[in-house]
């Protein structure tokens, strides 16, 4: 059994039609969890979307929810919360045109981990890019793959706990749950579409 931890944040403002939420999962310093991790990881994911507000147009905001759930990862079944401290929210200062709502930039992470013989590996979108991240060819500008791969890789080291990131495998017809360590994380060349952001 190994209980994981999940940090939410609501993705809204001016520049999004509808919110939605953007969460990471860790495996916490403490066995099931404890309100010292839940502070820690909330601190550090936010630290990695203040890291790109310049490169999210101004009208975007992350509002993180301080409560953090946990989960057995094998079941899927819900063990308990624990509330952190409440980090600041996050405003895009990009001073650019927006390009449209749906385009987004993706963060994709790896594992070690294989699951019903694929590879376990999870993904990040990335909203409010501009016109000024979006090169003559169409795809993001390698400032921008640079400096959201430098931002979510930031969340490898530890902080004031030993918590790490984990992408979770969850719980179906096709067997038990799984999480694994994220081992890489790379942003990708191409911009890609999201069509929903419901959580």
């Given at each position: 059994m190994a209980v994981i931890l999940r940090t939410a944040a609501t993705v809204g403002g001016t520049a999004m039609s509808s919110p939605g939420i953007?969460?990471?999962?860790?495996?916490?310093?403490?066995?099931?969890?404890?309100?010292?991790?839940?502070?820690?990881?909330?601190?550090?994911?936010?630290?990695a979307w203040q890291a790109i507000i310049a490169h999210m147009v101004?009208?975007?905001?992350?509002?993180?929810?301080?409560?953090?759930?946990?989960?057995?990862?094998?079941?899927?079944?819900?063990?308990?919360?624990?509330?952190?401290?409440?980090?600041?929210?996050?405003?895009?200062?990009?001073?650019?045109?927006?390009?449209?709502?749906?385009?987004?930039?993706l963060v994709?992470?790896?594992?070690?981990?294989?699951?019903?013989?694929?590879?376990?590996?999870?993904?990040?979108?990335?909203?409010?890019?501009?016109?000024?991240?979006?090169?003559?060819?169409?795809?993001?500008?390698s400032g921008y793959t640079t400096a959201v791969t430098s931002a979510f890789a930031g969340l490898l080291t530890v902080g004031a706990t030993t918590s790490l990131p984990v992408v979770w495998h969850r719980p179906g017809p096709g067997g038990a749950g799984a999480s694994s360590l994220w081992t890489s994380v790379t942003t990708a060349p191409t911009w890609s579409v999201l069509r929903s952001r419901r959580g």
């Open positions: 953007s969460q990471v999962w860790w495996a916490p310093q403490t066995a099931g969890g404890s309100t010292a991790d839940a502070t820690d990881c909330l601190a550090r994911f936010r630290a101004g009208g975007i905001t992350l509002t993180f929810d301080p409560v953090c759930l946990c989960i057995e990862a094998t079941t899927g079944v819900l063990t308990g919360t624990f509330t952190g401290t409440t980090p600041g929210t996050v405003t895009g200062t990009f001073a650019s045109d927006a390009l449209p709502r749906q385009t987004q930039g994709r992470i790896g594992t070690n981990t294989v699951v019903n013989g694929r590879r376990l590996r999870g993904r990040l979108f990335i909203p409010g890019p501009g016109e000024g991240d979006n090169d003559t060819g169409g795809t993001p500008s």
